[in-house]
Nanobody, 112 residues
């Protein structure tokens, strides 16, 4: 399984971005997928995950602002990020929990 993330960039505080992650694996609909972020010197932080069937969970820091979704027909998982804050800045990684696979990371920078 390989994961290819895209969609990062530079945005002003209060703005929005959507990240996408494409999986090469089969039976994608059965996989639990998630997004993590990492800033230099810190551990990767889980920001969202979504189970097979669509139930999702978020930490308090992003709840109400971030939405994870999936398109099982196209092996895609998305992270819609709204009301972005400078502290959301980091490298965002797509993760396949079922196969323990990481994507390559995409940089998100939120300017104040």
């Amino acid at each position: 399984v390989q994961l290819q993330a895209s969609g990062g960039g530079l945005v002003q505080a209060g703005g929005s971005l959507i990240l996408s992650c494409a999986s090469s694996g089969s039976n994608f609909s059965l996989n639990t997928m998630g997004w993590f972020r990492q800033i230099p010197g810190a551990q990767r932080e889980l920001v969202a995950f979504i189970h097979s069937g669509g139930s999702a969970s978020y930490p308090h820091s992003v709840k109400g602002r971030f939405t994870i979704s999936r398109n099982d027909a196209e092996n895609l998982v998305f992270l819609q990020m709204n009301s972005l804050k400078p502290e959301d800045t980091g490298v965002y990684y797509c993760h396949d929990f079922t196969h323990t696979v990481w994507g390559q990371g995409t940089q998100v920078t939120v300017s104040s």
